[in-house]
Structures are given as C-alpha cells and as structure tokens.
C-alpha cells in the first residue's frame, strides 16, 4: 500500500537545560490550593466509569466565566485539538485555509494534514496586521477557514479588533487563537462567538499554568459546537481533566496575579534586550520574539544552550531571518537568560 505524504514534524526540542524557555509554558505551577481541591476531587472519581461525555460540568464553568450559553462551549484535549477538530469539520479536501504569516506553524500543518490547501499571506511592517491586508487576501481567497492568532505566536503582535471584523464580513469560518489572550490587553472575542462564522480557541496550556494536563476549548456558535461533538471521539475528555479544569476556575485571581507578574517581567526583558542593541518586538504575550544584530541566530542558540538556557530558534521559518523567542519565566530565569545572552554577544559567536 503507498503511504500518504506526511508533511515533517512539527516540534521544539526537549533539551535538558537549567532554564526552559522555549515553549511558553508558565514558570510557576497553579497554587497549593488547586492541588488540594483537586485531590479531594479525586477521591470521588468513580474510575470504573467513562466520564461525562459531554463534560456538562466544566462547560458550564466557563460559560459562566465568559458570560455565554454551555451551547457555545466546547472542551478539548489542549486547544490543538479544538483546532483539528474544526478542519475535521470545515477544512479538507477540496477546501482551503488562510494564515497570515509568520503565525502559529501549527495551523498550516494541522491544515496539511487534513488535506487542506493553505493560503498563505503575509503580515505587514513589524508583523502587523491590518482591516485592508485580511479583507483583500479573504476575498482573493474565498477561504472556508481563515485563522487570526491574537497576540500572534511568534511575533507576540496584538492586532486590531478591526481585522477580525474584515475577517468576518465573507463566508469563511474565521478561527481566533486567543492562547495568549490573557497577556494582552484587550477583551476576549469569546463574548462575540454566538456570531455563526466566529471560533475563538483558549488554553489553559500558558495563563492557567497547567501544560501538562493538556486541556484547551473552543467558544463558538451552537452549530460550530455540535459539528465539533460529531467528530471527536466518544469520551474524548477523560474525568482528570475535566474534575482539574473545573477545580482550576476557582483561582482566577491566582491566575491573574500570575499573569501580572508575567507582564511586568516581559517590559523588563524588552527593556534589557534593547539595552543590549538587539531588535525585540513589542508584545502582547508571554514572550518576546529578538533578533541579534551582530550574530546569527544559530550561533546564538548554541551559544545559550552552552549556558544551558534553551530558547526557541525560528531562524528557519520563512520571514523570521535570525529571530529566536524567549519565553518569560520566573525573574531568576530571565535574569540567566539576559546574562547568557550578553555573554554570547560579546564573544562574538565564539565558543
Ligand atoms: N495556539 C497557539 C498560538 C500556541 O502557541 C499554542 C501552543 N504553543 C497552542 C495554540 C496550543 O496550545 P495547547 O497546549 O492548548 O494545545
């Protein structure tokens, strides 16, 4: 039998370093709190049974966290799947997907491998998006899925509502991945999901602290929503994750205190990078995407994992000449990550 063309791998390698930041993560766990909520949780998890399949319980949680109805919620395992399951559903074969680049690599590979075609365009100055760049390309197009990411991963770019308004005006199924949206400033655009053609996928992989329970969902009009429960698999979330996600909601205000710290931290590196006469774009995430004027980002890389701090290397993707990502952990480990980095500099490259 031929085997189907599958497009490479997408991941960031798993190095063991003193300080990881490379993938986004948060630096600090939940709360004490949260880890005892959920061990009594789970003492009365009835484990010989499948879990509630249509996670009734958390989906109502967040509703109420953003003010909508448990028809506009769906839960998935990390938000990834949310984003597999709308291709599942409104991509593949003969249908196509527009991404505006450098963005999340994820969505194009995702689309690849449900056989969606990608459209790909580009983002403007400083990786800005605008209202007139998203209206011509989603009429060039004719796209059944156009994807916004807001902040966007890589650049950290947080771009106007009104691109999502341009977004909106045609047919397509417009899907905003607000993984980071918690470290911006703006509101989520979860309260304007009843809209048919509007999906706005969350996390609780980055703010929430909690990567490795791999729990993301999706806000979406009620129609969107059912053709998801049609093709996930039966008892796709299992009573872990569901019992942690809901314990979780209790400490927004922890997550919020957690988030500030992050925000204060991210001015601080910025402020530091620049210092160092190295290009660093403004952000709206955890992260911040650099590029060094004077060594090649390869070097840089080599130069830090030496140090044993480990960043991300996006040299290789198109539009992203020399940048690497940092992503913003504790003061300590960005305090590591900043002296690495001088230290590279001023080598000169050499090790
Ligand atoms: N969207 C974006 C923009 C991301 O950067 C990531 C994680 N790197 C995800 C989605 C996936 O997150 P999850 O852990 O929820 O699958």
Known sequence: MMKPSIPPRYHSPQIAVDVRLNTNESPWPPPQGFSERLATEMSRIQWNRYPDREAVALREALAARHGIDVSNVFCSNGSNESIQLLLAAYGGPGRSATVFSPTYA??????????????????????????NIVKSAASADKADVIFLSM????????DDPSVVDAALSGRSLVVVDEAYGEFGSLPSLASRASAENLAVVRTFSKAWAMAGLRLGYTVAGSSVVSEMFERALPYHLDVVKQAAGHAALAFEDEMQDRVAKIRRERERVLAAL???????????????????ATIDAVSVWNGLVERSVLVRDLSG??????????TIGAPAENDRFLGALAEVLA???ER
């Open 106 to 131: 994820l969505h194009s590979h995702l689309c690849r491998l449900s056989g969606t075609a990608v459209e790909e365009h580009w983002r403007g100055d400083d990786f800005a998006l605008t209202a």
């Open 151 to 158: 902040p966007n991963n890589p650049t950290g770019t947080m």
């Open 274 to 292: 620049r210092e160092l006469a190295v290009t660093a774009w403004d952000s709206a995430a955890n992260f911040v995407l650099f590029r060094p």
């Open 317 to 326: 993707q198109e539009g992203l000449v020399d940048c690497l990502r940092v």
């Open 347 to 349: 080598s000169g490259g």
